[in-house]
C-alpha cells in the first residue's frame, strides 16, 4: 500500500480515526506522517535498551523531590561485591552480581511495580496437570491472607465465608492427599 499523501514511497504507519461514529484511515509513510504532526518522536527512534533504561529511571522523579544529600547518597550506593553503583545500574539495565539485589533492594521496590504491573514478588507458574495439590495450597494461603485482612477491618461475615471456603479446600486436599496414597 502506498502513502496516501505523496503517493511516492510505501506506507509503514497505518491510523484510524473515528469521529462522531464516522472511521477514516489513514496510510502514510515516516516522512509523511513526521511532517503532519503524526510522529514527534526522534529520529533513531527507541531501542530495548532505551525502553528498559527509561523503566528503571521510574524512580528519577522520586529522587529529584527529594533533597539533594538523599540523591548524592543513591548515586553512590555501591555493590561491595562486584563494585557496580546504583547509577551504572539505572544506565547499563543489568546488574553486575547476585549481591547487587540486595544491595539496590531498597531503591528496586518501584522499578518492579513498573516493570510487573504492580506487583514487587514472583511467584511463578504452575502446570495443572502436574500441580497436585499445589494450586489448593496456593488458593487456600490467598485465602489465609484474606481473612486475616477481613479479621482486622472486622468484617466478620465475610470472614466467616473465607474461613470455610478455607475449610472445604482443606478438607479437598486431605481427601486427594489419603486418595493417592491408597
Known sequence: MECQECKQ??????FARVVN????????????????????????????????TGLFNFDATSIATQNQSDNQETKELQCPKCEMTFSQFKRVGKFGCAECYKTFSDHLDPVFRRVHSGNTKHYGKIPKRQGGNIHTR??????????????????FEQAAE????IRDL?????????????
Open 170 to 182: 482443606e478438607k479437598e486436599m486431605r481427601q486427594s492427599e489419603g486418595g493417592d496414597q491408597a
Open 21 to 52: 461514529g464516522n472511521k477514516t484511515e489513514i496510510h502514510l509513510c515516516d516522512i509523511c506522517a513526521k511532517e503532519k504532526g503524526y510522529l514527534t518522536y526522534p529520529e533513531e527512534g527507541y531501542s530495548l535498551h532505551s525502553l528498559l
Open 138 to 155: 496456593k488458593q487456600v494461603n490467598e485465602y489465609k491472607e484474606k481473612l486475616t485482612q477481613l479479621v482486622s477491618n472486622e468484617a
Open 162 to 165: 473465607i474461613r470455610d471456603k
Open 9 to 14: 514511497r510505501p506506507a509503514s504507519l497505518h
